[in-house]
């Protein structure tokens, strides 16, 4: 397998039923104890009752939702470059983007929130800002910075003081610095004693002695009683006076209005879309709480790797998640009919005539020579009793049969009443919204130009079936326009009776239904005596019914 695989989100389709999710927490399973990359479970969509019943029985929790495989800023290199305090000098910030190869830097505070950016060019800016004398004392700059920027010593003073007045200004000789030093001022002077004592007694704020000359004590002495900073450097006048300035805070030339930033979720293709309104060539990243996470660059953007996946229980694009022509589908695991899905490169494709996708899984373990622990296992049967309605749908097998009965003697429950109390917690509607039940097993499909939804419920009592087609009956207009689609049929399949009423609604509907099935109508319902499955008994006659009139026209 390529190196650069790191993982692969193994997925089922979208509004997940308990074949869907327990086929792609099961796959996961076995893919991690056969190869090396990092096989995760995802599910597309809100889990129904029935797979939540399923999940919390055998100990899972439910797959971490998945809602596009489009490459993503968290699928690309994010460079984990430390925030920094807005304390910090414009110097140590400019020392920092050599060491660290970026010339952007992002300032944060105590609980790594972004404040504001900065750049290279700020820096160079703010250098080049020769004329501006009095910027350390309107940007309360540290002293601390002063002596850092400088590699100085501090003689006289209080590292943790700030510069609040005062401009700053290079003394020469008494004579010329009596009409350019103020009182408050800060002052650079070399090793004339006249010139250290004229500084100090004309009462400056900061005195910087450069070349690491010799400073008196009587000049200290004054400047102790004055309550003046005497700051020492190794280096000359011109250089401590070009220098001075690069201990501003960052904080003072950052950036905080209009910074671009994008969140780990951002795909790529929007990030690549707004970089151009930049000026910057790296950029904050936030993670999934808001918390700066990092930069990328404008390279990482252009450089990109695909997600990979495996689908199972579909191989139709109308039923996969978002973004699917921009990954890499590995494999397709399916027992539905060969459908819209197509792979720009060879994929392992399985597909196989069977009522449940874990009975394809079952053989699959065996093969692999595999154990199946008994979770896995409960998972597994429970997926196989959900699609073949405990053995009772003309979709099962015997193989499907075989499957169930074998993961039930691993996992150790009695298939009858583990299967009704399953069917109960997914028929239960108390607390629920018509949304929410529709959507519980519901997938759309197409014939031609025809487009159309299918959904289905499957009930072990008629009180729990009528309670549910009362609350769902009305919502299946707003279902249309929802999932974008002219008509919808939903099934409510008595699991006892082998029968299912048929809801229906949108233009052309009630013709379809009397086509496929023969039946009359009233009131937007159809009687199915004898029909139980989606996947063999019902969308099978509907296409038929579309190709029929498509012909006729």
Same mark, same amino acid.
């Given at each position: 397998?390529?190196?650069?695989?790191?993982?692969?989100?193994?997925?089922?389709?979208?509004? @997940?039923d308990?074949?869907?999710?327990?086929?792609?927490? +099961?796959?996961?399973?076995?893919? =991690?104890q056969?190869?090396?990359?990092?096989?995760?479970?995802?599910?597309?969509?809100?889990?129904?009752?029935?797979?939540?019943?399923?999940?919390?029985?055998?100990?899972?929790?439910?797959?971490?939702?998945?809602?596009?495989?489009?490459? &993503?800023?968290?699928?690309?290199?994010?460079?984990?470059?430390?925030?920094?305090?807005?304390?910090?000098?414009?110097?140590?910030?400019?020392?920092?983007?050599?060491?660290?190869?970026?010339?952007?830097?992002?300032?944060?505070?105590?609980?790594?929130?972004?404040? #504001?950016?900065?750049?290279i060019?700020?820096?160079?800016?703010?250098?080049?800002?020769?004329?501006?004398?009095?910027?350390?004392?309107?940007?309360?700059?540290?002293?601390r =910075?002063?002596?850092?920027?400088?590699?100085?010593?501090?003689?006289?003073?209080?590292?943790?003081?700030?510069?609040?007045?005062?401009?700053?200004?290079?003394?020469?000789?008494?004579?010329?610095?009596?009409?350019i030093?103020?009182?408050?001022?800060?002052?650079?002077?070399?090793?004339?004693?006249?010139? &250290?004592?004229?500084?100090?007694?004309?009462?400056?704020?900061? %005195?910087?002695?450069?070349?690491?000359?010799?400073?008196?004590?009587?000049?200290?002495?004054?400047?102790?009683?004055?309550?003046?900073?005497?700051? +020492?450097t190794p280096?000359d006048?011109?250089?401590?006076?070009?220098?001075?300035?690069?201990?501003?805070?960052?904080?003072?030339?950052?950036?905080?209005?209009?910074?671009?930033?994008?969140?780990?979720?951002?795909?790529v293709?929007?990030?690549?879309?707004?970089?151009?309104?930049?000026?910057?060539?790296?950029?904050?990243?936030?993670?999934?709480?808001?918390?700066?996470?990092?930069?990328? +660059?404008?390279?990482?953007?252009?450089?990109?790797?695909?997600?990979?996946?495996?689908?199972?229980?579909?191989?139709?694009?109308?039923?996969?998640?978002?973004?699917?022509?921009?990954?890499?589908i %590995?494999?397709?695991i399916?027992?539905?009919?060969?459908?819209?899905?197509?792979?720009?490169?060879?994929?392992?494709?399985?597909?196989?005539?069977?009522?449940?996708?874990?009975?394809?899984?079952?053989?699959?373990?065996?093969?692999?020579g595999?154990?199946? @622990?008994?979770?896995?296992?409960?998972?597994?049967?429970?997926?196989?009793?959900s699609?073949?309605?405990?053995?009772?749908?003309?979709?099962c097998?015997?193989?499907?049969?075989?499957?169930?009965?074998?993961?039930?003697?691993?996992?150790?429950?009695?298939?009858?009443?583990?299967a009704?109390?399953?069917?109960?917690?997914?028929?239960?509607v +108390?607390?629920?919204?018509?949304?929410?039940?529709?959507?519980?097993?519901?997938?759309?499909?197409?014939?031609?130009?025809?487009?159309?939804?299918?959904?289905?419920?499957?009930?072990?009592? &008629? =009180?729990?079936?009528?309670?549910a087609?009362?609350?769902?009956?009305?919502?299946? @207009? &707003?279902?249309?326009?929802? =999932?974008?689609? @002219?008509?919808?049929?939903? %099934?409510?399949?008595?699991?006892?009776?082998?029968?299912?009423?048929?809801?229906?609604?949108?233009?052309?509907?009630?013709?379809?239904?009397?086509?496929?099935?023969?039946?009359?109508t009233?009131?937007?319902?159809?009687?199915?005596? #004898?029909?139980?499955?989606r996947?063999?008994?019902?969308?099978?006659?509907?296409?038929?019914?579309?190709?029929?009139?498509?012909?006729?026209?």
């Amino acid at each position: 397998m390529p190196e650069a695989i790191r993982k692969v989100n193994v997925i089922g389709h979208l509004h @997940p039923d308990t074949d869907s999710i327990c086929a792609a927490i +099961s796959y996961a399973y076995l893919k =991690n104890q056969v190869d090396e990359p990092i096989y995760e479970a995802r599910r597309a969509g809100t889990l129904n009752r029935e797979t939540m019943f399923v999940l919390d029985h055998f100990g899972f929790k439910e797959p971490e939702l998945i809602t596009t495989v489009t490459p &993503q800023i968290k699928d690309i290199q994010i460079q984990k470059e430390p925030g920094i305090d807005g304390e910090m000098s414009l110097f140590a910030a400019w020392n920092r983007m050599q060491e660290s190869k970026v010339d952007t830097l992002c300032i944060t505070d105590g609980d790594n929130d972004l404040q #504001g950016i900065i750049a290279i060019k700020d820096i160079a800016n703010a250098n080049m800002d020769i004329f501006d004398n009095g910027t350390l004392s309107a940007a309360h700059t540290r002293y601390r =910075n002063v002596v850092e920027t400088l590699k100085g010593e501090m003689i006289v003073g209080d590292l943790d003081a700030v510069i609040d007045r005062g401009n700053v200004t290079v003394g020469t000789t008494p004579e010329l610095m009596e009409d350019i030093v103020h009182e408050g001022d800060i002052v650079l002077v070399t090793n004339r004693f006249e010139t &250290q004592l004229f500084a100090v007694e004309t009462g400056v704020s900061c %005195m910087v002695v450069c070349a690491g000359a010799h400073i008196a004590g009587v000049v200290k002495k004054t400047a102790e009683e004055k309550g003046i900073t005497v700051i +020492s450097t190794p280096y000359d006048t011109y250089a401590a006076a070009r220098l001075i300035s690069m201990s501003l805070p960052v904080r003072d030339r950052m950036l905080t209005d209009g910074i671009l930033r994008f969140s780990v979720d951002t795909s790529v293709e929007e990030a690549r879309k707004v970089i151009t309104q930049s000026r910057h060539r790296f950029f904050p990243v936030l993670d999934e709480e808001g918390h700066y996470d990092g930069v990328v +660059s404008v390279p990482n953007l252009l450089d990109v790797s695909r997600k990979h996946v495996i689908l199972v229980d579909h191989n139709e694009r109308s039923q996969a998640v978002g973004g699917l022509e921009e990954a890499v589908i %590995m494999e397709i695991i399916d027992h539905h009919r060969i459908a819209t899905i197509e792979t720009d490169q060879p994929a392992y494709f399985r597909n196989e005539p069977v009522g449940c996708t874990c009975t394809i899984l079952y053989d699959i373990f065996q093969e692999q020579g595999v154990e199946i @622990p008994k979770n896995i296992a409960g998972l597994m049967m429970s997926a196989i009793l959900s699609d073949t309605l405990m053995f009772r749908s003309p979709t099962c097998t015997a193989k499907d049969e075989r499957a169930g009965r074998a993961l039930a003697e691993i996992c150790g429950e009695d298939i009858e009443p583990y299967a009704d109390a399953m069917f109960d917690a997914g028929a239960d509607v +108390s607390g629920r919204t018509a949304e929410e039940v529709f959507g519980g097993d519901f997938k759309i499909f197409s014939r031609g130009q025809a487009k159309f939804g299918v959904g289905q419920g499957s009930y072990m009592t &008629q =009180n729990s079936r009528k309670a549910a087609e009362a609350l769902v009956g009305p919502y299946l @207009p &707003q279902a249309c326009l929802d =999932n974008d689609i @002219p008509m919808v049929f939903y %099934m409510f399949t008595d699991v006892k009776s082998q029968t299912t009423e048929l809801l229906f609604h949108g233009e052309g509907a009630e013709d379809i239904v009397r086509r496929a099935f023969g039946v009359e109508t009233h009131d937007g319902t159809a009687i199915l005596p #004898g029909v139980v499955s989606r996947k063999k008994q019902m969308i099978p006659p509907i296409m038929a019914a579309f190709q029929n009139l498509e012909e006729a026209d």
